[in-house]
């Protein structure tokens, strides 16, 4: 009997196409599910990750796996495997055989007919591979992959903070993100067993001709981040390289992970005035506290009526290049509801940010928005994880594998 | 001050248009959240409630409220707000004002921009509701609205069981159906509190000319299920009326919600037969056992080399009209993932149905299902409600008022 590791490690190293039933239904479909002026399907191959700079799609299910195995060989097998399933799944196709006699199906089979939905799979590596005596991985560890510190106010729960490896699967429709964590959940089985998982809806990567969209409190969220066309900032702030990271992370970037509940009735209960304080800006519109239009320049010293236009303590101030040595970080992260919670609904942001070093990057901006954020009244961090995630793998080859080079 | 419920309650009645901020961006964006050939829009306003015969939208965001007040006087004017509310939110505009000087907004903001995206808003009232010396509306209680069984296997959860009050929102935008969620709760404070709610994806309904969406679990979900075009079938299985229901619920339905958790890590590990032998359907073409094509009609009496094609304790048969009596149930239900659930993805289903009379269609269908389905072994039924769904309301009515009469 193959494994359905071995299978697909296989399957992927010999490029095999589409297999039963998922072909026809996948071509028909794709359109479906792509928006207008969109390509279906997001290659899997390539130099950077797909995921990053990619256009936000509407839908996440997020993944962090821990490794059980203590073999390197078999973190190694596992990355292997994870890429070549996920190349299958990002080109719409089901990642082994449906059909299999008297062993399970290989592929669970829910997207049959979907198309691929514009699905990315992003791979990362969490700092306790690194640690001295477990896989022997201890000199390759990047600097920049450091344990984040606790924050102030933190309250992180450790079941959903941290994780060996991380799996962010975004598609245009949450069965196909959905399919992509349930399959390679299987297939990192016995090697891995995931720790925690998450799905989140919207967009915060702002992207040419599309609104900007917005938070579950609100307001806008992502007027001033990075846009994905915009190489000269990726290649600043957004991909690893030289002199700070190894050159198996050359192309790659550092992912770092929160979930921040919101404590909407607390949120709620304030004035319009008090939540664009809060942020900064204006709530309907997006502009910057005294100015007229979403993407004005924020003006951090302008004075209006005898005092600052944008608090002291704004939200956008604190996470301002200006404030933060003129430091950028990319988020791409996703609200999420969860139920009820004090009373109203319950529910956050999935908060997703990739950069070039965190060090210079989210922990100072971090370090100053715990401490002095108006947000933080209305906000609980709950979760938290920090990854490597590596360049992007040429076909043949697999995320990851510089690390063993 | 004016409360919240008071406004909504005042600006519906008045008819009163859209508000500050929200009627540009509502037209401009509307039509990019519709599916092609449908219209971004569901009337609130009509004979039935919308969201019954509504051809189903891709997200759900099912609440439950209890209510805590003892006035019947607040009851109805809850409901009367209920309604005004849901008859704003559905055409895309606000609950209320955004700017509303020193006091909270009144509606909170995150769909400025976004539409109505199809957002159907179907109330329902609890059993709980009649219990007599709580509203003095025990001789009004509907006959078919019975408190459901303990069913054979049940292992419900009261804390996401139950409710006085129903609101199903369904959009086919995740945050319009959360938003509108988010904001009946703070309409309903303080005369009710949310009990619990769950948010889903996908579509059971099938409706012409779009594919039939598969579950979690791999397989078409709702082949044979009523189709939203059948005005007989829903005439004799959906809608209330005389004998058996009493004259205010005349047109209404009532619903059936079930928590239903799928254990994938079990389903994954049985064969391809082994889980279409359980459904008595093909996995991949969704034909009946026995049968070639997916609308091919269901033969139980079929034998295959001396066996039943469909077996005896085939999901498809028990759930079968053959097998109860002729009758059938409208299925409206979604998928839902929930983080981790024993080593696999979480996850399940949302099962939500219309009828005519529980008594005669989910109670009996139900009984048989909880004591012999196959797909046992693989469920876990964690939550349960019971709601009757009044009529629609006329313009300057609401949902219910008939209770009152």
Known sequence: ???????????????????????????????????????????????????????????????????????????????????????????????????????????????????PARLTVTVGLGPALFKPGRFGLESRRPAPLVDLPTFSGDSLQPGISNGDIAIQACAEDPQVAFHAVHNLI?????????????????????????????????????????????QAAFDRFVWAGAPESPAWMNGGSYMVVRRIQILLDHWDSVSLDQQERTFGRHKLSGAPLGERHEFDPIDLNKVVDGRPAISRLAHIRLASPAYNDGERILRRGYSYTDGIYDGAAGGGQLFICFQRDPRAQFIPMQTKLARGDLLNEHTEHIGSAIFACPPGAGRGGFVGEGLFA
């Open 1 to 115: 009997m193959t494994t359905r590791r071995e299978f697909i490690a296989r399957a992927g190293a010999a490029g095999l196409g589409a297999t039963l039933g998922a072909g026809a239904g996948a071509a028909e479909a794709a359109d479906a599910n792509a928006p207008a002026g969109r390509p279906a399907s997001v290659p899997f191959y390539g130099t950077h990750q797909a995921g990053i700079a990619t256009p936000t799609q509407e839908h996440v299910h997020f993944l962090a796996l821990d490794v059980v195995s203590d073999s390197v060989g078999d973190l190694r097998a596992l990355l292997a495997a994870l890429s070549a399933a996920a190349a299958r799944l990002t080109s719409g196709e089901p990642v082994g055989p449906l059909r299999t006699g008297v062993d399970p199906p290989v592929d669970t089979g829910e997207t049959v007919g979907l198309g």
């Open 186 to 230: 299987r297939l990192a089985s016995p090697a891995a067993v995931p720790r925690w998982s998450l799905a989140g809806f919207g967009r915060t990567l702002n992207t040419r001709g599309r609104p900007t969209p917005r938070n579950i409190l609100g307001f806008k969220e992502g007027t001033a981040n990075i846009v994905a066309h915009d």
